[in-house]
Each structure stands twice: as structure tokens, then as C-alpha cells.
């Protein structure tokens, strides 16, 4: 049973491009979440999905960033018009449906570090 | 909103020693409380959880305290060893229907000296 799947693992862009991040959650996992971790930092929720469906994105910045969750396929993480402060590690996490009886606790992926220059 | 306080955020000791890492939470509706564990160039991975119908829990060397009342929880490592070296981070959230996100602590990063 694979993990969650982040890729790439290593995103380099130039200023004013645009940063795709994707996400698989694990199998079952209903729920994807990404967080933003600068350097030497702790983790900063964005955005909490479910299928075709934004839950809560209360972490996103207003402006060039977006997230989506379709039917078929991964969680992407889009930024637009990248700037140098866009500049971290993104880690998504899965948890299964969060009614009675389950697991809690996420399961983070390895994350994509992207790099403005 | 969830607001995670979490204390020390450096912590050195000797191996074989005990260490204990704090953290305090704002919102008395959150009542699940995870710790994670990230080693360098890792996502963090889930190291043990508690929930706020239970007062302390065990596994191995690794234990956490929960106290609602004062809004605190607390990780025991006992015995660290230098695998133990990583950054740790505690969290707080909801689990249930209306369940949302794990709000973080900092992170504490632990070395443990062989």
C-alpha cells in the first residue's frame, strides 16, 4: 500500500513562471491537506480538500495560489507569477474519513521543495 | 481560531537520558493531539496521538500526557537514542464529523548526544 506520492521531489522556477505541485493521497485517504514549511520553520496549513470539494482555505495566500481536488486524479497545488518568497518545501498529508473509529493522524508525503530564482 | 504553542525549541541530551518536549493549545474544542517526528529531507511521519478522553498513552519509549484542564500535553522519550535526533512537532485538531485541520507547534529539535 503506497504512501502519499508528492512529485517532483525538486521544482525549480524562475520568477513570474508557474509551480505545479501534485498529490496522491493513500488508498482510502479521503481527505488531502498541504502545508508550507519555510527553513527552519514549522508547518503552516493552506488548504484542506476532499474530492471536488474545498473544505477550508483559510492558509492560502489571496492572490496566485490555488488548489483543487478532482474526482479522477491527484491534488494539485498550483502557484502562479512564482516570487523568490514562494520559495519552501510543500508537504501534502491524507486522512481517511474522519467519523468514529479511525485513524486520526495524517500521512504526510516527502514533499516537493520548490526554488524560485 | 487553533493557536499551538510548543516548548523547547532546541533540546540537547545524552544518551540513554530522558527528554520532554510541551505544548499548549488555545481552542478547547480541538481534542485530538498527534505528534510527529521529521527527520532531514522527510515529510513527518506520526509518532503517537492522544485523544482528550484519555489522560496519558504509551508505546515503547514514547509516551504523551494530556491535561485538558490547563490546555497542555506533553512527549516523554525515554532512553533516547541518536536515531532519536530529528526535529519533533506536536499538533491539535478535531476528530468526529466536524473535523478540520491539525494546527502545528514549531517543532523542537532534538539531539541526542552518544
Redesign the interface.
Given at each position: 500500500n503506497a504512501g502519499v506520492m508528492q512529485n517532483p521531489r525538486h521544482l525549480v522556477r524562475r520568477r513570474g513562471q508557474e509551480a505545479r505541485l501534485r498529490c496522491s493521497p493513500m488508498k482510502g485517504h479521503s481527505h488531502v491537506y498541504w502545508y508550507r514549511q519555510l527553513p527552519e520553520e514549522g508547518l503552516k496549513f493552506m488548504v484542506y480538500l476532499q474530492k471536488e470539494n474545498i473544505i477550508d482555505e483559510s492558509g492560502m495566500p489571496k492572490e496566485r495560489f490555488s488548489a483543487e481536488f478532482p474526482k479522477e486524479g491527484p491534488s494539485i497545488l498550483r502557484i502562479q507569477q512564482v516570487v523568490r518568497g514562494d520559495s519552501a518545501a510543500y508537504f501534502c498529508a491524507s486522512s481517511p474519513p474522519r467519523g468514529g473509529g479511525s485513524n486520526y493522524g495524517y500521512t504526510f508525503g516527502s514533499g516537493t521543495r520548490l526554488t524560485v530564482v | 481560531?487553533e493557536n499551538v504553542e510548543?516548548h523547547p525549541s532546541t533540546l540537547s541530551v545524552q544518551e540513554g537520558d530522558s527528554a520532554v518536549i510541551k505544548c499548549t493549545y488555545s481552542d478547547s474544542a480541538s481534542n485530538?493531539f498527534?505528534w510527529?517526528k521529521q527527520e532531514l529531507g522527510?515529510?513527518?511521519?506520526?509518532i503517537i496521538?492522544i485523544r482528550s478522553n484519555v489522560g496519558e498513552k504509551k508505546d515503547q519509549r514514547i509516551a504523551v500526557t494530556l491535561n485538558k484542564t490547563a490546555k497542555h500535553f506533553s512527549l516523554h522519550i525515554t532512553e533516547t537514542q541518536p536515531e532519536d535526533s530529528a526535529v519533533y512537532?506536536c499538533a491539535a485538531?478535531r476528530?468526529?464529523?466536524n473535523?478540520?485541520?491539525?494546527?502545528?507547534?514549531?517543532?523542537t529539535t532534538l539531539t541526542v548526544k552518544p
Open positions: - | 481560531g510548543q485530538y498527534p510527529y522527510k515529510g513527518p511521519q506520526l496521538d512537532f485538531s476528530y468526529g464529523a473535523a478540520g485541520k491539525s494546527t502545528f507547534g514549531d517543532g
